[in-house]
Nanobody
Framework: QVTLVESGGGSVQAGGSLRLSCAIS????????LGWFRRAPGKEREAVAS?????RRRYLDSVKGRFIISKENAILYLQMNNLKPEDTAMYYC???????????????WGRGTQVTVSA
């Protein structure tokens, strides 16, 4: 099974940058779609960015032009620039061989890393 471990969260002021990392290991990781999700207090979980097996990248509208998803070897990154207070959330790395077509309960999830952006 795929194992995911996030790191790189923290607290920054608005306009700052952070880079999240997700170490990926386990059988099946090479043919899975990968992505970053987030959940803010009192809000639904939302998909922030995804990387398909064909290399295609997709982004949440509110982060387009500010966030970049990338992968190097067995690490998935999320470069976050020009952060805003509304980006404050727990960020989760996820992997899914079905490329998100099934229920989220079937995705592989990391434990999350907190990002806090102050005004």
């Amino acid at each position: 099974q795929v194992t995911l471990v996030e790191s790189g969260g923290g607290s920054v002021q608005a306009g700052g940058s952070l880079r999240l990392s997700c170490a990926i290991s386990g059988r099946g990781s090479s043919d899975a779609c990968l992505g970053w999700f987030r959940r803010a207090p009192g809000k639904e979980r939302e998909a922030v960015a995804s990387l398909g097996t064909d290399g295609r990248r997709r982004y949440l509208d509110s982060v387009k032009g500010r966030f970049i998803i990338s992968k190097e070897n067995a690490i998935l990154y999320l470069q976050m620039n020009n952060l805003k207070p509304e980006d404050t959330a727990m960020y989760y790395c996820a992997a899914d061989q079905g490329c998100w077509e099934g229920p989220p309960e079937l995705f592989r999830w990391g434990r999350g890393t907190q990002v806090t952006v102050s005004a």
